[in-house]
């Protein structure tokens, strides 16, 4: 059974890239879009832009050593990373199935800052997909490995869409097949 697209929001942050072109589809289809960010923050999307308070970046706020010691590298100390990181525990708090544009390394965490939005995701235990780019295909997060998944279909109202800057055109068209999919 697909779901009312007028019912369904998506949670992003609106950023170039994955965000952008989930921002796009969500308008498209008649989704309600939330892309979270803050004050100084560069947007590619400004259709249901909620700017978050430093209060309420402070509710997400995550040690950066146990991020970095987690995702296996050594994240920035910056203060406008760290916003970055906060916006991203907003958007997967948010959805009840999260759904990530990048690459799955070989230690099993997602490329980037967009890796932490699934490092989230699984500690939260959310539905998890990623679109990996290198690999051309869906996997799914069984909560111990990575599984290919075929072709996901949303399937909760209130879902988060993010992923990497760096789109390629086989992930702008893996959102553009999600949507479709799901919304068509």
């Known amino acids: ?7 369904c929001i998506l949670y992003s942050g609106g950023a170039n890239g994955a965000e952008q072109v989930f921002g796009e589809m969500a308008e498209k289809y008649g989704l309600d879009e939330v ?4 004050e100084g923050h560069q947007l590619a999307r400004t259709r249901g832009v909620r700017m978050l308070t430093q209060e309420e970046l402070n509710l ?5 050593t146990y ?3 987690l995702m ?3 994240y920035s100390r910056a203060p406008l990373f760290r916003k970055v990181l906060q916006t991203i525990c907003w958007q997967v708090s ?6 990530v544009v990048g690459s799955i390394l070989e230690d099993g965490t997602v490329k980037g800052g967009t890796g932490w939005g699934a490092e989230f995701a699984k500690l939260c235990n959310k539905p998890l997909y990623v679109f990996d780019q290198v690999k051309d295909g869906w996997f799914f ?3 111990e490995n990575w599984e290919s998944c075929g072709e996901p279909t949303i399937t909760h ?9 760096f789109l390629e055109e086989n992930g702008r068209k893996a959102i553009a097949v999600l949507f479709a999919r799901s919304f068509g």
């Open 157 to 165: 109202s209130h879902f988060t869409g993010t992923g990497t800057r």
């Open 1 to 7: 059974m697909r779901l009312n697209p007028k019912e």
């Open 94 to 99: 948010s959805g009840h199935e999260v759904y």
């Open 35 to 38: 892309n979270y960010s803050f």
């Open 141 to 143: 997060w069984d909560k």
């Open 72 to 74: 296996h590298r050594d």
């Open 60 to 64: 997400k706020d995550v040690s950066m």
């Open 67 to 69: 991020v970095s010691r």
